[in-house]
């Protein structure tokens, strides 16, 4: 089954820290796409950063990269100096070929609180 | 110059009514979506379309009918509309529907259903 897990449904970090969030993904495609958003309480939804499965390094974007490790099908964002603006919910999807097409499938989400 | 576009922002009707929500991206994407976001913050696909193609139709009670009139263009209608109808629902454009593709979302309407 594909599945997307993100464990911590909250967490807290010291402004001006380094923060990791949790994903772990499942799926049997060999090709997928793995992605990051984030959810401030205004509500939207605001792309941080990507990752395809074939790619040999792992993707970075400004203080965000994300540290992937196919074989334990784990993509965790890190969010380096963390800001007060950092807070906010953080999605973790991945986009497997189903039946032809992509879509993405989103994990459960971590909320976030950077700390003054 | 906003990307992806959702009129209303806020809708609140009574259980029965019939409703729309409106999406334009001007991304030149192809590809569109519609998400329903609950209120326990779970996203979860409800449809897909590829320049005015069905081509995802997740398991959505068929009082839901998405309507492309253009590959600009992604139009959610609602009948009869239940109280466990109540969430936020959010489009989404892509520019192929393809694997690597980013999806970059709308602001989302929040529909109540009292």
């Known amino acids: 089954a594909q599945k997307i897990t993100q464990t911590q449904p909250g967490m807290f970090v010291q402004e001006k820290e380094a923060v990791t969030l949790d994903c772990t993904y499942d799926?049997?495609?060999?090709?997928?796409?793995l992605f990051w958003y984030k959810q401030p309480s205004s509500g939207e939804m605001i792309f941080l950063i990507y990752q395809g499965s074939y790619d040999q390094q792992n993707a970075t974007e400004g203080r965000y990269s994300l540290n992937f490790q196919k074989a334990r099908k784990s993509a965790n964002l890190v969010i380096s100096a963390s800001q007060l603006g950092d807070s906010a919910m953080y999605f973790c999807a991945m986009s497997p070929k189903t039946s032809g097409t992509y879509k993405y499938i989103f994990g459960t989400g971590t909320r976030l609180k950077v700390l003054a | 110059d906003t990307a992806v576009s959702q009129t209303p922002k806020y809708l609140v009707t009574q259980m029965g009514n019939d409703k729309s929500i409106k999406c334009e991206q001007n991304?030149?994407?192809?590809?569109m979506y519609w998400y329903k976001q609950d209120s326990k913050k779970f996203l979860k696909i409800m449809f897909s379309?590829?320049?005015?193609?069905?081509?995802i139709n997740e398991t959505v009670p068929n009082r839901f009918s998405p309507k492309s009139p253009d590959k600009a263009h992604l139009n959610l209608h609602i009948n009869s509309l239940e109280l466990g109808d109540s969430a936020v629902y959010f489009c989404?454009?892509?520019?192929?529907?393809?694997?690597?593709?980013?999806?970059?979302f709308g602001p989302g309407t929040r529909l109540t259903v009292l």
């Open positions: 799926t049997s495609d060999p090709s997928y796409g």
């Open positions: 989404a454009s892509s520019l192929a529907g393809v694997i690597l593709d980013t999806q970059y």
């Open positions: 379309y590829n320049n005015k193609e069905l081509i």
């Open positions: 991304l030149g994407h192809d590809t």
